[in-house]
């Protein structure tokens, strides 16, 4: 039977009713008037009414992706960044409202589910995902199974740190990889070199508009020659890639899947990625690696909150 998947992102939540097969059958996006828990999952029903109605099949099931860190069997949301929640009880939540079974994980672990079985995954049973985007998730699936760990937290590759001490990041902690290479941080420490006069190319591409300063900006500020600009980037993307690397050393992936707005958008950081992996994971775990773009997406995630809760 068709199931729904969710994709619970910071400003918008969308439903989807996919087939068995991973085929989407309808979809909805719907604002979140309000970022409450209650507002959400009063969002959340109206998405999936919407999605069920559009699609015209009965669901037995919903499967929840969202930007958090979330106990896996609880369906509690610890720390959500982009929501400012703390100890959510969402998939109880979620449980009751819809009157239907909800499973609830990490958007990354949706988003590799649904290429694993729909899209630049299929036919691998070992993959390493990487989404840069608003922020730095990753997910593993090992031997066709989804790695989630004790606590249903494995594979935060955002949240390793690499600066002790360092930046803060938005899960409360110093020094994460997020902190430095999240598409919001990149954005953060391009205001600041604007506001303290550091980066007069940067400043001329957005004329000095703090509110057009986007990760491409910066990337083309600092491969046009702005040295504050490169050197924030440089880093970042240094920071971005050895963590890659180290991660297809420690994994042994057949595939390492690459997606998210920040490697889509800017291909100088997707270079250096690459670069980095070439240059920095062992030798033996890149013999047979495979490199591909996600295939999927926006819908990744909804495919694969689907399947999951199948």
């Known amino acids: 039977m068709p199931t729904l998947g969710i994709d619970l992102g910071g400003t918008f939540a969308r439903a989807a009713v996919v087939d068995e097969a991973g085929k989407l059958l309808a979809s909805t996006k719907v604002a979140l008037a309000e970022r409450s828990p209650s507002g959400v999952v009063e ?8 999605a069920v109605r559009s699609a015209g099949v009965p669901v037995d099931a919903c499967g929840v992706g969202a930007a958090a860190q979330i106990h896996k069997d609880s369906g509690v949301l610890s720390v959500a960044p982009n929501l400012g929640w703390r100890n959510v009880p969402l998939g109880k939540m979620l449980t009751d409202r819809l009157k239907q079974p909800v499973k ?8 590799a589910w649904g290429e694993l079985h729909a899209g ?3 036919g691998a049973q070992d993959l390493l995902v990487v989404f840069v985007g608003s922020g ?3 997910a593993i699936i090992a031997g066709g199974r989804l790695l989630e760990g004790a606590g249903g937290v494995a594979a935060e590759l955002g949240h390793i740190k690499v600066v002790p001490d360092g930046r803060r990041c938005g899960c409360g902690e110093q020094g994460c990889l997020e902190a430095y290479t999240g598409g919001h941080n990149l954005i953060a420490q391009s205001k600041e070199l604007l506001a303290a006069g550091r980066a007069p190319l940067l400043a001329k591409l957005v004329e000095n508009d703090a509110s057009r300063l986007t990760p491409v ?3 083309e500020a600092a491969e046009a020659g702005d040295e504050a600009a490169r050197e924030v980037y440089e880093r970042a993307a240094r920071f971005l890639a050895l963590a890659v690397a180290n991660q297809v050393t ?12 920040v490697l889509n958008h800017c291909p100088g950081m997707r270079r250096r990625v ?15 690696l495979l490199i591909a773009d996600a295939e999927l997406g926006d819908d990744s995630g ?9």
């Open 120 to 122: 630049a995954g299929r």
């Open 136 to 138: 730095v998730g990753s």
């Open 250 to 261: 420690v994994l042994n992936p057949a595939r390492l899947i690459l997606g998210g707005g």
């Open 104 to 111: 609830v994980v990490n958007d990354l672990s949706a988003a």
């Open 217 to 219: 900006s910066l990337e």
């Open 43 to 50: 969002t959340i029903a109206q998405a999936a009414s919407e």
């Open 302 to 310: 909804l495919i694969g909150a689907a399947l999951l809760a199948a």
């Open 274 to 288: 690459l670069d980095g992996v070439r240059a920095w994971a062992s030798q033996t775990s890149r013999e047979g």
